[in-house]
């Protein structure tokens, strides 16, 4: 969850909602609470006043690389599509490894030799600290 910064656009992370109660994980595979996740983003979109909205999703590869795999990808494609997601272009933050090294992937609008399509790009991070709001 997040917003959408200006020119040159970047998007923002300010919280992550976890897998929720009714998720099934095992290292192999992830299946996560589909209504959880729905109720939580509508209320973290509400409470914000609308400005804080789904961005995409992130998990993790304990064993493995930093690297999408083709079901990730092929995750971050059907975000995209997905109309009520309003997330056309889904970014997915990735941790890995023994020291949870985090990464970050947009599908991002380009021009193709077939028109107009989405591909699949590495963001830069950077960490903020969370503005001070005098209190
Ligand atoms: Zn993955």
């Known amino acids: 969850m997040g917003y959408w910064g200006t020119a040159p656009a ?4 300010t919280e992550m909602i976890g897998p929720g109660p009714g998720a099934a994980r095992t290292t192999e595979s992830f299946r996560p609470d589909h209504d959880y996740h729905l109720q ?3 209320n973290r979109y509400h409470s914000s006043g609308n400005r804080i909205v789904y961005l995409g999703d992130w998990h ?22 997905y109309k009520p997601a309003r997330a056309p272009n889904p970014i997915m933050l990735l941790l890995t490894g023994e020291t949870w090294r985090l990464s970050a ?20 991070l950077r960490l903020f600290q969370e503005a001070s709001t005098g209190k």
């Open 105 to 124: 992937s947009v599908l991002w609008p380009v021009m193709t030799f077939w028109g107009r399509g989405l591909q699949l790009q590495s963001l830069k």
């Open 60 to 81: 993790t590869h304990p064993d493995g690389k930093p690297v999408l795999s083709t079901k990730d990808i092929k995750t971050l494609r059907r975000i995209a599509k």
């Open 10 to 13: 970047e998007p923002v992370v």
């Open 40 to 42: 939580e983003i509508s």
